[in-house]
């Protein structure tokens, strides 16, 4: 682990509190009105999910958001091979196929292709392999609409970046 992300970052004043808060509220229903114009209800959670890990666990870095999609992409790809897996061989699928998420949570852990295999890719993962999502989710419209959910979020949370250091007297 870095030193430099070991200590929490300060928590936010009152005020900087409630501008945090609106900017939230702006984007999450920005991403609704627009993802629900491009996708199903069902997949808009993966936009969301993508930008809970990216403000909490990657402090909003834009440098940071190429290993979140990945990762979520990764994540979402071991939940989809179970199905597949089971779908085609039985319980010798399912089997196949934890065995690969095995494998996937100790490359996780061993820090192997962190790229791929890092925090997003077992959250998309705990997320995606519950039975409720399993058995309703379209996996490709949901790593398409979490793949346009981040790009989104990173373009705005990016450009918002941008207009207060450029009004806010920043550099």
Do not use: C
């Not at 936009?47 to 992409?73: D, V």
């Not at 419209?141 to 970046?161: D, I, N, Q, R």
């Amino acid at each position: 682990m870095n030193d430099s992300n070991s200590a929490p970052a300060a928590a936010p004043g009152p005020v900087a509190g409630l501008a945090i808060v609106a900017i939230v509220v702006v984007l999450v229903i920005a991403w609704a009105v627009l993802g629900t114009m491009l996708f199903s209800d069902l997949t808009l959670f993966g936009g969301f999910l993508l930008l809970w890990h990216w403000a909490n666990l990657e402090q909003l870095e834009i440098k940071r958001m190429p290993a979140t999609i990945a990762g979520a992409l990764v994540g979402i790809g071991l939940a989809w091979q179970v199905v597949y897996l089971t779908q085609q061989m039985g319980s010798t699928g399912t089997i196949i196929g934890l065995l690969v998420m095995i494998a996937a949570i100790y490359i996780q852990i061993i820090n192997v292709m962190p790229m791929l295999f890092n925090a997003a890719a077992m959250l998309f993962l705990t997320v995606a392999a519950a039975p409720l999502i399993q058995l309703k989710v379209d996996f490709a419209e949901l790593a398409l609409s979490t793949v346009v959910a981040g790009l989104f979020f990173g373009a705005l949370v990016e450009g918002l970046k941008r207009a207060a250091a450029r009004f806010g007297g920043g550099a």
